[in-house]
């Protein structure tokens, strides 16, 4: 299993660039499933959740050919409708596969996610979702039976915005009979970036990026090409790297609208940022001042980045206090900042963080793939050396992470 060795102190300076977005990429590469043909994205993160996407893809009888970070992707009819336990096990994201499956071939039988490190993530909206636009739906040996001959379609009002959900619907919804409303539908940009896809792809869509979302259904779509968005999480984990070191970093091909919960948080805490449309500049800092935040749906401050910010806040004049209202067991990086040193009360879905002056390296272990990422932005201020174990969890979501940092003055190594 590989670790990381982060030695602390050093200031970080430069230029980097934001990779494509996995929360889009994933979405993206399982709609192509709607239409047999050749699909072709650029700007694709090269990282293991991807890897996984296409393996089951190629599971499903598609072709999948990469050429750096274009990918094509050569859809057939598959033999069997099937997402297997060991694939949705390493990924949750695998459920994603259902609404393509069940609207374009009528029969999907995935298996069901069990919970995970950070809550339970039930799939319920979904497949009340689906029961909406009429299809059957039967839970057997762990697996998720979906049925519909066609589905039809009809308003669906989600309990609270689920990303996940609303990508699943609207990939069901556009090729349904008739008008599919979906209302408290997720906002999230990645939501945004598979509608234009499914646009181009010549479904019906409009109203993605608001609440209400609806989708005449389509008797067919045709393969498209697309360039999938920047990563708002990972810019967001590069600009507060510079910021946790006192560093002038500047972060490049990124969409900054996307981050003005963060980029506001930090300036309210003291930091002076430069921000345009496609990039975002930290200054150098003397300190900063404890804030509080709670994560929520977007536009709000995003859960991808509440334990990021938390590293950050560790290290603040003053108190802050983080709220995380959009999982229920979010605050797994506590324990492990507090062994670096960190001053922090976890109550339930509230932590509180007394700011010190310093943190000191320790070995720690990633639990998540963005409690990964906190760790390291802890390791690069922390005196002496913090070895992070269990890194496999940022090779999910994050593309050569330690290379992107070492670049700009990080001192990360990696080891088996
Ligand atoms: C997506 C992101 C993840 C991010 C999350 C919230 C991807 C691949 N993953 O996950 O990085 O942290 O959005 O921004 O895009 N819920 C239910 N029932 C459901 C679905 C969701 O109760 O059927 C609950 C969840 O447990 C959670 C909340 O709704 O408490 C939001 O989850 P959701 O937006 O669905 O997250 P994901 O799509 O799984």
């Given at each position: ?61 598609c072709?999948?050919?990469r ?77 998720v ?17 689920s ?12 090729l ?6 979906i ?37 067919s ?32 091909n990124c ?26 500049t ?24 509440q334990?990021?910010f ?29 062994r ?32 990964s ?10 005196e ?33």
């Amino acid at each position: 299993m590989d670790k990381m060795l982060v030695k602390g102190g050093t200031v970080l300076n430069g230029e980097v660039a934001t990779s494509g977005a996995k929360n889009a990429a994933l979405p993206l590469l399982f709609s192509t499933l709607l239409a047999e043909g050749e699909h072709v994205f650029h700007n694709v993160p090269i990282l293991k959740d991807v890897e996984s996407t296409c393996e089951l893809l190629s599971y499903l009888g598609c072709d999948v050919f990469r050429d750096g970070h274009t990918l094509k992707i050569k859809v057939k009819k598959p033999a069997e409708t099937v997402a297997q336990y060991d694939v949705v096990r390493k990924m949750r994201a695998s459920t994603l596969c259902m609404g393509p499956l069940l609207t374009k071939y009528g029969s999907a039988q995935v298996s069901l996610p069990g919970g995970c490190a950070i809550g339970t993530r039930p799939i319920n909206y979904h497949l009340e979702g689906f029961k909406a636009l009429g299809a059957d739906i039967k839970i057997e040996k762990g697996y998720v039976l979906a049925e519909a001959k066609k589905l039809i379609g009809d308003t669906i009002i989600f309990e609270t915005p689920s990303v996940g959900a609303t990508e699943n619907l609207l990939m069901a919804a556009s090729l349904a009979d008739g008008e599919t409303t979906i209302e408290n539908a997720a906002k999230e940009p990645e939501v945004v970036d598979l509608a234009n896809y499914l646009n181009k792809m010549g479904a019906k869509i409009t109203g993605a990026g608001t609440s209400i979302i609806k989708i005449t259904g389509v008797n067919s779509l045709k393969p498209a090409e697309h360039h999938i968005i920047a990563d708002r999480i990972e810019a967001g984990t590069l600009l507060i790297a510079g910021a946790i070191t006192k560093g002038e970093v500047t972060v490049t091909n990124c969409n900054s609208r996307d981050l003005e919960a963060l980029t506001i948080k930090m300036k309210e805490s003291g930091f002076k940022l430069s921000i345009d449309d496609s990039s975002m500049t930290i200054h150098k800092t003397s300190g900063w001042q404890g804030v509080d935040i709670t994560t929520a749906p977007h536009p709000a401050f995003p859960t991808d980045l509440q334990a990021q910010f938390m590293a950050l806040m560790t290290l603040a004049e003053g108190t802050s206090v983080i709220s995380e209202t959009v999982f229920e067991n979010r605050f797994m990086h506590v324990q492990e900042l507090s062994r670096l040193g960190a001053d922090i009360t976890p109550k339930t879905r509230v932590a509180i963080v007394r700011g010190k002056n310093k943190l000191i390296g320790a070995p720690v272990m990633a639990t998540d793939l963005r409690a990964s990422a906190c760790l390291v932005l802890a390791g690069l201020v922390a005196e002496g050396e913090t070895l992070v174990n269990r890194i496999y969890h940022l090779d999910r979501g994050y593309e050569r992470l330690e290379e992107k940092l070492t670049k700009i003055g990080a001192n990360i190594s990696r080891f088996t």
